[in-house]
T-cell receptor
Framework: ETGVTQTPRHLVMGMTNKKSLKCEQHLGHNAMYWYKQSAKKPLELMFVYNFKEQTENNSVPSRFSPECPNSSHLFLHLHTLQPEDSALYLC???????????????FGSGTQLSVL | AQKITQTQPGMFVQEKEAVTLDCTYDTSDPSYGLFWYKQPSSGEMIFLIYQGSYDQQNATEGRYSLNFQKARKSANLVISASQLGDSAMYFCAMREGLGAGGTSYGKLTFGQGTILTVHP
């Protein structure tokens, strides 16, 4: 069983819908991440949370709204998305020890999102 | 400019043979780390191997080894004795800003990936 669980695995939504992606990590890590994986493009970092504080927002449109209520849970709230937002959304966690350390990211299986 | 370049969209290898997946990177930071991840069809990204910019030896993890050529800025993944279960997408990634004052934490920049198919 993976240490990072994402739900739902698949999501189809209309452009006017509001939905949320959920991520839970069981590894005791203190940092969590959202990545977007579009077809034919490299993975793009969206958000980073370190000790529940958002430390990075990689110029993500406001129709994506992250929430990190505690170090084990991470949400991505979606509203008024566009068809080009269709992608695999991957959550990851790590034990961040600050600069100079090699911490591995542990990923979930992702949510495959289709926006109609 | 792309920071991570994987020039092989797809690779094929016979079972039990070795295969090399190419990765070149671009950074002016003297401190950085290079990672390889495997993504099977299930979608999960699985960490394979890591190489630090100051590591003297090439990294090895079981059947995986990293051919690190710093002057050429390349970090190729070598998989020995390929297995059918190795068929997947493989991503090279880099983390910069690892020196004093760096603030990148776990931020990784990924390449576009290489699809590896292992034939029986």
């Amino acid at each position: 069983e993976t240490g990072v669980t994402q739900t739902p695995r698949h999501l189809v939504m209309g452009m006017t819908n509001k939905k949320s992606l959920k991520c839970e990590q069981h590894l005791g890590h203190n940092a969590m991440y959202w990545y977007k994986q579009s077809a034919k493009k490299p993975l793009e970092l969206m958000f980073v949370y370190n000790f529940k504080e958002q430390t990075e927002n990689n110029s993500v449109p406001s129709r994506f709204s992250p929430e990190c209520p505690n170090s084990s849970h991470l949400f991505l709230h979606l509203h008024t998305l566009q068809p080009e937002d269709s992608a695999l959304y991957l959550c990851a966690s790590s034990q961040a020890q600050g600069p100079g350390f090699n911490e591995k990211l542990f990923f979930g299986s992702g949510t495959q999102l289709s926006v109609l | 400019a792309q920071k991570i370049t994987q020039t092989q969209p797809g690779m094929f290898v016979q079972e039990k043979e070795a295969v090399t997946l190419d990765c070149t990177y671009d950074t002016s930071d003297p401190s950085y780390g290079l990672f390889w991840y495997k993504q099977p069809s299930s979608g999960e990204m699985i960490f394979l191997i890591y190489q630090g910019s100051y590591d003297q030896q090439n990294a090895t993890e079981g059947r995986y080894s990293l051919n690190f050529q710093k002057a050429r800025k390349s970090a190729n993944l070598v998989i020995s004795a390929s297995q059918l279960g190795d068929s997947a997408m493989y991503f090279c990634a880099m983390r910069e800003g690892l020196g004093a004052g760096g603030t990148s934490y776990g931020k990784l920049t990924f390449g576009q990936g290489t699809i590896l198919t292992v034939h029986p």
